[in-house]
Nanobody
Framework: QVHLVESGGNLVQPGGSLRLSCAASGSIFSIYAMAWDRQAPGKQRELVAISVSGDTTNYADSVKGRFTISRDNAKNTVYLQMNSLKPEDTAVYYC??????????????WGQGTQVTVSS
């Protein structure tokens, strides 16, 4: 089974930066897509950023120009660089990775979440 572990969440002042990481472990043959979602208290979960095949990336309008998704294929790790953070970015951030196992079965795994708090 594929297990994802997120890290990097913290308390940061408005205008500050953080980098989240998500490391995947398991018998992964290939990865189709990597993404970050977030959920603030009392709000629905939303897609923040996604990286798919063909080196295509997409971002939510609310984070475009401030956040960057990247990955290290050798380490099966995805990152989210967050700059110019705003209080409204406060949320639990979740990593999502979809791909194929060596068994040739597809997988869709989620991390446990990491807390990002932007406050003065």
């Amino acid at each position: 089974q594929v297990h994802l572990v997120e890290s990097g969440g913290n308390l940061v002042q408005p205008g500050g930066s953080l980098r989240l990481s998500c490391a995947a472990s398991g018998s992964i043959f290939s990865i189709y897509a990597m993404a970050w979602d977030r959920q603030a208290p009392g709000k629905q979960r939303e897609l923040v950023a996604i990286s798919v095949s063909g080196d295509t990336t997409n971002y939510a309008d609310s984070v475009k120009g401030r956040f960057t998704i990247s990955r290290d294929n050798a380490k099966n790790t995805v990152y989210l660089q967050m700059n110019s953070l705003k209080p409204e970015d406060t949320a639990v951030y979740y990593c999502n990775i979809r791909g194929r196992l060596y068994s040739m079965l597809d997988f869709d795994s989620w991390g446990q979440g990491t807390q990002v708090t932007v406050s003065s």
